[in-house]
């Protein structure tokens, strides 16, 4: 049980204001996120491994960001180009993207512009100016896109062996047959969400 | 060494600052995430804000002589300055932006033109009363900071 050593989540912020990205930079990382910021949309597709229609592997990019899986994108609604709700759509048609949660920030308390964004995808909407409170929210979104995650790759295995089993048949038999899948993965971890980070750059 | 004398000068001085209405909660919070990881994370983030936003306000007066009609654009740049100025908590500031944009609304190009001199005289007047009061933080020193007893 490798817990002592987990490795911290890792959070793309986007924001074209200086001000703005020094402070939700500093908010994730008093809340123990790795950062990554950039200052705009087309700068976050091309850090997540998009470039626009075409998916050809990021030249620009380090060899080792393309070993950092994102764990959750966190992303200003109102910039110029590309806004958050266009950068939103372009991650939930990614197959490889989609199922990282997306938090919209805007400083305008918009209902409709809310609504918009939630029935796109988006896991949360925050009002700015962001707050440490509003940092206890996004580890929830990032455990609940794992559990997914790992539902779909016990899903693909299960396939993969044939077997007709049904994942989810009652009792402690089976969740203690999780538990432990879910704990030997805890020490996989990486290994596990590597995989599926490297295809969306080998596309 | 008797910082009390210091102490009670920044504990007036923040005090004003937020009676007065130059400061609002939001700068608590900035204030609160400030430790030894980053000492100075007030002060950058401030200075950062003073950076943007003196280009946003060279940016916003050019747009009222070039483009005097497009109230889109003055009010897509005031909404800039209106942002960050809120992140800082810097309540006078964001107030007289929201004027800016009414008058942007109501396409009172006259009106823009007033605000902007007010945002002006906000953007200098509250500079100086930040850097009087980082300059006073700075002579008590980064473990006396951290202590916050003046709050």
């Known amino acids: 049980m490798a817990v002592a050593t987990e490795t911290p989540f890792h959070v793309l912020a986007v924001d074209d204001s200086l001000p703005d990205r020094k402070l939700i930079e500093r908010l994730l990382k008093t809340s123990s996120f790795q950062v990554t910021t950039v200052d705009s949309g087309s700068k976050a597709l091309e850090f997540l491994g998009i470039h626009g229609e075409d998916s050809s592997p990021p030249v620009s990019v380090h060899e080792d960001q393309l070993e950092v899986a994102v764990n959750l994108i966190i992303t200003d609604y109102c910039m110029p180009g590309m806004t958050g709700y266009d950068l939103l759509k372009k991650i939930k048609e990614s197959t490889s993207l989609r199922d990282i949660p997306v938090v919209i920030m805007s400083s305008e308390n918009i209902p409709s512009r809310i609504n918009r964004c939630l029935e796109e995808g988006a896991d949360e909407f925050f009002l700015k100016p962001v707050r440490l409170s509003d940092m206890s929210k996004l580890k929830p979104h990032i455990l609940k896109s794992r559990c997914k995650e790992h539902y779909h790759q016990e899903q693909h295995q299960q396939s993969d062996s044939s077997s007709n089993e049904c994942s989810n048949t009652t009792n402690s038999s089976s969740s203690s047959s999780d538990n432990s899948n879910s704990r030997k993965r805890k020490a996989e971890d990486n290994e596990e969400v590597l995989p599926q980070t490297n295809r969306s750059r080998h596309n | ?151």
């Open chain 2, 1 to 151: 060494m008797d910082y009390s004398n210091l102490r009670r000068q920044i504990f007036s001085m923040k005090k004003s600052l937020f009676d007065q209405g130059y400061l609002d909660e939001q700068f608590n919070q900035l204030e609160e995430l400030q430790d030894d990881s980053s000492p100075n994370f007030v002060e950058e983030v401030v200075a950062l804000f003073f950076k943007d936003s003196s280009r946003l306000l060279t940016n916003i007066e050019q747009a009222l002589e070039k483009y005097p009609q497009d109230f889109y654009r003055l009010d897509s740049l005031v909404h800039q300055f209106k942002g960050s100025g809120s992140s800082i908590g810097a309540l006078r500031m964001k107030n007289e932006c929201s004027m800016f944009k009414a008058h942007c609304s109501d396409r009172n190009l006259e009106g823009c033109r007033r605000s902007l001199q007010k945002m002006k005289r906000e953007h200098a007047t509250l500079k100086q009363k930040l850097e009087t009061y980082f300059q006073l933080l700075r002579q008590v020193g980064p473990r006396e900071r951290a202590v916050n007893s003046w709050k």
